[in-house]
């Protein structure tokens, strides 16, 4: 059973064996039954089959998530394809399969509205097997699998909300992961700067000092003494030159390390791959562009998930000429002939950027949603 989760959840497992039992059982007394033509027959494995595909494209992960008007699509075809095989055959209990459709029913609408339409699903099946079939209590075997259908959706139902809790949970561990991984680089880099001010300003000061004192005793002073004066200012330089390197080089390496913040903040995110392309050259000295850097990609990463059907969304982070490139792109097919809608997600994206004397603008294209970042680099 483990193996079989690593390709497919338990809950399709479960719905593929329910449909092999009911359309195998129901084909089997057909072929045992005279009654039966090899149309009536072949109707009813295509039916069934149908069913089962439509169930397992609309419930499947695949790289490209599948919009909900085609999943509502495959949703109508599998209850098609129910009352059709009602109409070939007598069997009551092939409504089995109305509860895997209604089973379906909690992601694409409220459990009020699932719970009336599991009803309303069922009434054509049984009114088909009462004036159709002629098959007596047709109305108790209704309302016993109205049953049956009302306790999947409440048990689907709790599992599509436990699963959306998670999805959230993931969401903002990933967001509190980034966030930490920002605030230590931001510690670091605090106390690099503090290191290399205390360097600058109380051994260079005092080396400075030193310097001009060895400097005015060389010139006052005589004979071998002044050459051993000489000596230790330039001895005294050098080591102020080193001073001065060694901190140049401490504030050098003070940049905040943005690849692993960014890099917390895209692994693992569900049905999403994400192309992470940042270039190594690249220095962040200050706190509030790498912050804003991390709160739109995040925002970029929400959006694609939310508004698009992209299976894979792409980060290019570079810097030239002392401005930064944030270039962020997803591969959903959009209608270019609607005008962009600047919701919260965009507006608090451009308001980020806007702080900071950036840009920022945003494109619809045929191959996908572009978002391009400009901002520059802090003085």
């Known amino acids: 059973m483990a193996g079989v989760g690593r390709f497919i959840s338990i809950e399709t497992f479960a719905a593929i064996i329910t449909w092999a039992v009911v359309s195998g059982s129901a084909i089997w007394l057909m072929l045992q039954s005279d009654g039966f033509s090899v149309l009536d027959l072949s109707a009813v494995v295509v039916c069934f089959l149908i069913f089962i595909s439509c169930f397992l494209i609309a419930n499947a992960d695949y790289e490209v998530r599948l919009n909900t008007l ?15 095989v009602a109409i070939f055959v007598p069997y009551t209990y092939i ?4 509860t895997i459709w209604c089973a379906q029913l909690p992601y694409f609408m409220r459990l009020s509205y699932a719970i009336c339409l599991s009803f309303l699903c069922l009434l ?3 009114l088909i097997f009462s004036f159709y079939w002629h098959q007596e209590g047709s109305l108790l075997t209704g309302i016993l699998f109205w049953t049956f259908n009302l306790f999947a959706l409440v048990v689907m139902n709790s599992t599509r909300k436990e699963s959306v809790a998670r999805e959230q949970s993931d969401a903002l561990n990933r967001e509190l992961i980034a966030t930490q991984t920002l605030l230590n680089e931001a510690a670091k880099q605090a106390e690099r700067v503090r290191i290399a001010r205390n360097i600058h300003d109380l051994l260079g000061h005092h080396l400075t000092a030193l310097t001009i004192n060895l400097q005015v005793a060389y010139r006052t002073a005589e004979g071998p003494v002044q050459d051993n004066i000489k000596q230790c200012h330039d001895l005294s330089k050098l080591l102020l030159s080193d001073v001065r390197e060694a901190v140049s080089e401490i504030r050098e390496k003070s940049a905040i390390e943005i690849t692993q913040t960014l890099q917390a903040l895209v692994s693992n995110v569900p049905q999403l791959t994400i192309h992470l392309n940042i270039v190594d050259a690249i220095m962040i000295n200050d706190v509030k562009t790498a912050d804003t850097l991390l709160r739109c990609t995040q925002e970029c990463v929400t959006n694609t998930l939310k508004h698009s059907q992209a299976s894979e969304l792409t980060i290019n982070l570079t810097d030239k000429d002392k401005v930064i490139y944030l270039t962020i792109f997803d591969n959903a097919h959009h209608n270019t002939t609607k005008s962009l809608v600047y919701g919260n997600g965009l507006k608090g994206i451009q308001e980020r950027v806007n702080e900071l004397s950036g840009s920022v603008d945003f494109a619809l294209t045929p191959s996908g949603f572009v978002t391009n970042i400009r901002l520059p680099e802090p003085l």
């Open 124 to 126: 054509p099946l049984f």
């Open 70 to 84: 085609l999943k509502r699509g495959l949703l109508f075809a599998q209850y098609a394809a129910l009352l059709i």
């Open 95 to 98: 409504a089995i399969l109305s």
